[in-house]
Structures are given as structure tokens and as C-alpha cells.
């Protein structure tokens, strides 16, 4: 973990994940890159680290710069773990979605409080020995997510509170039929990541909210012309601007400790399920971080 030493100078308030169309953040002051190594590998990026609206935040970008890995390939854990090293608390994750509604529009903001994760991929950093079941009832945070909601209406963009988001692995967009059926099931949004992170940030007890940019209408939509990288991205480009917006408006409202708010902070506590004594030393030293608290060796 060479040069990981240094992170203990750049705690951050607020770690961004940024998808599709969002690879960098403006305005920031004070800039850093942070490469980092983590027991569950490396991160897709180096962390930018800096300063806005006088918080410290950490940017990273989830596909890397270029826009370089598919959301199955990408190293779900080493990238949360990473937020963890750099002592985030709560992370606002940016990503490019598929409307199933009629009435969230190309261009719309959606901030998802629901997942239905279809993906087959890590999601976890438990196993190799230990046992734990995070309760995933309500996966966003709802301070979190209400801060966000309450910056994108304050800057009377259209936004919209809530909802299902389906979560598949990819790459391909879906077939008709499976649209069709998402729909059925009442689902809101159709997107490639985000249930992946939310489920670690859980287990890693850093709050979560997810910014669901809405670039097309997905394939249902009979109207429209089938869904396209072309038109998802020319959407992308009209409304990246206003996420970043409300980031900034977010941070600028976002309450300086998160106690009181949420109980993502304790999302841990008893719920280890192994016996600690049984649980091996190596995956001890691989979770301490996350454990630390609750695992007296
Ligand atoms: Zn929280």
C-alpha cells in the first residue's frame, strides 16, 4: 500500500462518485491526486481531492478517465474501500439512467430510494470466513438523499423524489420484453451500478444517495426511437451541468456531522454473524477498517 501513509491528511467530507459524462468536478480548490491501493485491490482512478463550497471532497471517477471500464468490470469494493481509507462519511453517487415512466422525462433527475439488483457480480466485502447480513430495507440514506433533492428544487430544475431503481449488469441496454417487464414491476429508473455501491457503502457504514440523470426513455417507449450511446450522451450533455449545481447547492447545506441524521453510521453493529474467534486473521486485517469498532483483536 505504498503511499496510502499520506491519506491521513486528506480525511474528506464528501466522497462523488461520478459515471457516465461525469469525469471531473470544476471549482475545486486546493487539488490533490490521491492514488490509492486497497485490500480489495485498486480503485478505477486516482481520488481528486479538494476543496468546494468550503468542504473537502473526494471525486472519483467510476469508469476512469476516458471512460475506460464497463460497469462489470468495475472494482466495486476496492473503489468504496478506497472512500473508506480517505474517511468519507457519505458519498453522492452520479450515474446515467433510463426513465420506465412516462412521466420522468429525458434530461429529469431522479433520486432513487429503491433497488431491485439484478446483477450478478461482488457486492460484498464479507466471506473468506466471516459472516455478516446488512439490513438493506432502506438503502439510501434519507438525509443524504433529501439534501440533494432539496438543492435540485431550490434550483428549480426538474427533479424528482424517490423510486425504484433497477440495477443490471450490462453492458448491453435491455430488450424490449424486459423493459416491458421492468415496467410491470414498477420500477422508475433502469441503470448499471449504482445498487452495487449502495449495498458496500451499507457495509462500510458511509451514507449513500444516489443522482440518477435521466438520458432517454429507455426502449419501451414506442415514440421514441430506440435507445442509442448517441442520444443518451447528447442527454447527458444537456443536464451533467445541473447535477454539478446541485452538488455544490448540496454541499452548501449539508449538515457538518451526520449523527442525529441517519443511522448509516451504525449500519454494522451486531450483525456480524461469525463467531470471532473463527474469523481468519487475514480477512480481519482486509475488513479492519470497516470492523475496527466492533472486533476487539
Ligand atoms: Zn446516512
Known amino acids: ?71 462489470s468490470e468495475i472494482n466495486y469494493r476496492a473503489n468504496i474501500y478506497g472512500f473508506k481509507m480517505l474517511e468519507a462519511e457519505r458519498v453522492i453517487s452520479v450515474s446515467a439512467v433510463g426513465s420506465l415512466k412516462e412521466e420522468i422525462k429525458p434530461q429529469d433527475i431522479v433520486f432513487a430510494d429503491q433497488f ?16 455478516a447480513h446488512i439490513s438493506f430495507a432502506d438503502p439510501v440514506c434519507p438525509s443524504l438523499s433529501e439534501v440533494l433533492y432539496t438543492a435540485g428544487k431550490d434550483l428549480g ?30 420500477c422508475h429508473v433502469i441503470g448499471m451500478t449504482s445498487a452495487t455501491e ?48 446541485i452538488i455544490k447547492k448540496a454541499l452548501s447545506i449539508l449538515p457538518e456531522q451526520r449523527e442525529d441524521q441517519c443511522e448509516c453510521g451504525l449500519a454494522m453493529e451486531n450483525i456480524v454473524v461469525t463467531k470471532p474467534e473463527l474469523i481468519p486473521g487475514e480477512t480481519k486485517e482486509k475488513l479492519r477498517l470497516i470492523l475496527k469498532k466492533y472486533l476487539k483483536s
Open 198 to 245: 449502495a449495498k458496500l457503502c451499507r457495509e462500510a457504514e458511509i451514507c449513500y444517495a444516489t443522482m440518477n440523470l435521466v438520458s432517454d426513455y429507455d426502449v419501451w417507449h414506442v415514440e421514441e426511437e430506440p435507445v442509442s450511446v448517441e442520444i443518451i450522451l447528447e442527454n447527458l450533455r444537456q443536464n451533467i451541468h445541473q447535477a454539478k449545481a
Open 157 to 186: 430544475l426538474r427533479v424528482h423524489k424517490g423510486g425504484t431503481y433497477i440495477c443490471i449488469d450490462g453492458p448491453a441496454f435491455s430488450a424490449r420484453a424486459e423493459s416491458n417487464i421492468y415496467r410491470s414491476w414498477g
Open 1 to 71: 500500500m505504498e503511499g496510502n501513509e499520506k491519506i491521513k491528511d486528506h480525511k474528506v467530507d464528501l466522497g462523488i462518485l461520478g459515471g457516465t459524462g461525469l469525469y471531473e468536478i470544476e471549482g475545486l480548490t486546493d487539488i490533490k491526486e490521491i492514488p490509492l491501493e486497497t485490500p480489495f485491490g485498486a480503485p478505477s482512478e486516482v481520488y481528486i481531492l479538494g476543496e468546494l463550497e468550503g468542504k473537502r471532497v473526494a471525486f472519483l471517477s467510476r469508469h476512469g478517465q476516458g471512460h475506460r471500464i464497463l460497469p
Open 116 to 131: 431491485f439488483d439484478r446483477t450478478r457480480r461482488k457486492n460484498t466485502f464479507f466471506g473468506e470466513g466471516i459472516a
